[in-house]
């Protein structure tokens, strides 16, 4: 992040979107795991694609939550400065 993006308000629009990011990839990796089960049950050939995904997704939400936790360090790292 550079310096003219550290305001509060450009911090916390920046933790609004990757909060919604994190939001979606879990629903999508909720889904996900819904559409193995039945592809599973059914021993359906597209298992395999469905894997792939989950593995993707599964990547997109740890990086997400590393962002996450990382801009929530930063959001109260000014607060720890002004005490």
Known sequence: MT???DTPATT?????RTEALLRDARSVQRRLDVLAAM???MED???LRIAEA???VKQLVMELSY?????QRRAK?????IR
């Open 3 to 5: 310096d003219e993006n």
């Open 12 to 16: 916390g629009a920046i933790a609004k």
């Open 39 to 41: 592809a599973q049950a």
């Open 45 to 47: 050939p597209s298992l």
């Open 77 to 81: 790292a000014p607060r720890r400065r």
């Open 67 to 71: 962002r996450q936790q990382g801009e």
């Open 54 to 56: 989950r593995a993707v």
